[in-house]
């Protein structure tokens, strides 16, 4: 007798989702074999559940099997108009996946949203999840330069953490980048053009954005879902990036 699946059951298949490449998506993945233990499904039901969410993508070229339920277009829908709701109890972090970040390891469960935490130093809640959708998207490389070791890239906001608490956490509004294409996307000195093309600011120094530019191409390579948003972009090229 087939069992349908429950709203909670796909909640969780679609966060694992968020955080897998695409080339992990099988029901050999340790993440899909223990997450199968764990609601009582197979890895193979939960391998192919994955890639039927793939289908309901927008933001991607490759489609997955085309019969998604009605449950897994409602639950999709769900999930990403009410993101944050479902990143409150944020999983830990496993010290090989490159998280470095000062308060990676300082989660605060009851708390909603990407937000503030108050202490010492400000503490980005969820913003482990945010990272784990952002590799994933982009097979834990370098957008630009390709560099694929996990502790030199960052998940870049392409409209800052402080502007918007709504496009903290999505993952549209991230783009991986090694260190230092970062820090010069976060800075102003980089940003990307309506075609994606890597523009530099007038204000940075040529022999500066050449050697830039030996680390990286002249264009951003596209993550396998998860497209950086156009407004967002835009939001960046406008109010971010020093154009003169």
């Not at 989660?107 to 202490?119: C, H, Q, V």
Request: with cysteine.
């Amino acid at each position: 007798m087939r069992i349908p699946w429950t709203r909670e059951q796909l909640i969780e298949v679609l966060k694992l989702y968020c955080r897998t490449p695409f080339g992990r998506l099988h029901s050999r993945n340790p993440d899909i074999i223990k997450l199968a233990a764990e609601i009582g499904r197979t890895p193979s039901a939960i391998a192919l559940k994955a890639v039927n969410f793939a289908s309901l993508d927008p933001t991607i070229d490759r489609k997955g099997m085309s019969n998604a339920s009605a449950l897994d277009r409602a639950v999709w829908d769900e999930f990403f108009t009410n993101l944050d709701q479902f990143l409150e109890q944020p999983e830990q972090v496993s010290p090989n996946k490159g998280f470095d970040e000062a308060a990676q390891d300082e989660y605060i469960a009851s708390l909603p949203e990407g937000i503030d935490a108050p202490g010492l130093s400000k503490i980005r809640i969820n913003q482990g999840f945010f990272r784990e959708m952002v590799l994933a998207s982009y097979d834990c490389k370098c957008a630009v330069s390709g560099i694929a070791e996990t502790e030199l890239l960052t998940t870049s906001h392409i409209v800052p953490w402080s502007v918007d608490p709504k496009t903290r956490t999505n993952p549209r509004n991230g783009i991986c980048l090694n260190a230092l294409h970062d820090r010069a996307f976060d800075r102003g000195f980089v940003s990307f053009d309506d075609d994606l093309s890597v523009i530099y600011s007038p204000r940075l120094p040529l022999g500066i954005r050449s050697k830039i530019h030996t680390l990286g191409g002249d264009r951003l390579n596209l993550p396998n879902r998860f497209l950086p948003d156009p407004q967002f972009l835009n939001y960046h090229r406008t109010k971010v990036f020093k154009a003169a």
